[in-house]
C-alpha cells in the first residue's frame, strides 16, 4: 500500500475525531505509543512489537494530517533512493 | 511509494551499518529523532516537523529491519480499512 494511501485511509477513518481532540493531545497519543512501544521492546515481547509500531505510526499519521503535512513526499524528499548524507547505496558515512 | 518499497530501501542503504551498531542502539537513535521531532512541534518550526517526522519514520523502519518486521503488513493487519475498534469508517468509537 503506498504510504499517502494510508494517510487517506486514516484520514478518512479519524481525522474528524482528531480535529476535536486537536493537534495537542494527538500529539500526546503519538507520544504514548511511542512509550507503549518502547515497553514492548525493553519486555521482549516479539509477538507485540509490530502491532504497536504499527500504533505509533497511525498516530504520527494522524498529527501529520492535522497539520496537513504529506508524509510520503517528506519521505522522499529526505530519502531519494540514497542516504542523504553521503549520496550512498550503501551508506558510506563515518559510523554512527 | 509503497511503505513495503520504503523498508527496501532503507534497507538497501542502511541494514549494514543498522546491523553493525545494533538493535539497541538503533532503538536509541529512534527515540533520539521522536525527541527531535518533538522539540520541533513545541518551537512550532513548522518547516522542520515534515522533515523530522521522515526521520522518525527512516529509524523505526531501521529496527523494522533488524526485526524482519514487515511495516506494511502490520499496519494493514491493524487497520483494514476500518477502525479496528468499532469496524467503522469514519470511527464511531466513544470519543477519547
Chains 1, 2 share one sequence.
Not at 83 to 94: D, G, Q, R, V, Y
Request: some cysteine; glycine content about 6%.
Amino acid at each position: 500500500m503506498e504510504l499517502s494511501a494510508f494517510q487517506g485511509l486514516i484520514r478518512d477513518i479519524y481525522l474528524q475525531r482528531d480535529t476535536q481532540r486537536g493537534l495537542d493531545k494527538t500529539f500526546l497519543w503519538f507520544l504514548e505509543e511511542v512509550g507503549e512501544l518502547t515497553r514492548s521492546y525493553r519486555r521482549g515481547e516479539h509477538g507485540k512489537i509490530g502491532s504497536e509500531m504499527a500504533d505509533v505510526i497511525a498516530w504520527l499519521v494522524s498529527v501529520a494530517n492535522l497539520l496537513d503535512i504529506n508524509l510520503e513526499s517528506e519521505l522522499l524528499k529526505k530519502y531519494p533512493r540514497v542516504c542523504p548524507f553521503c549520496l550512498s547505496t550503501p551508506c558510506t558515512c563515518p559510523f554512527r
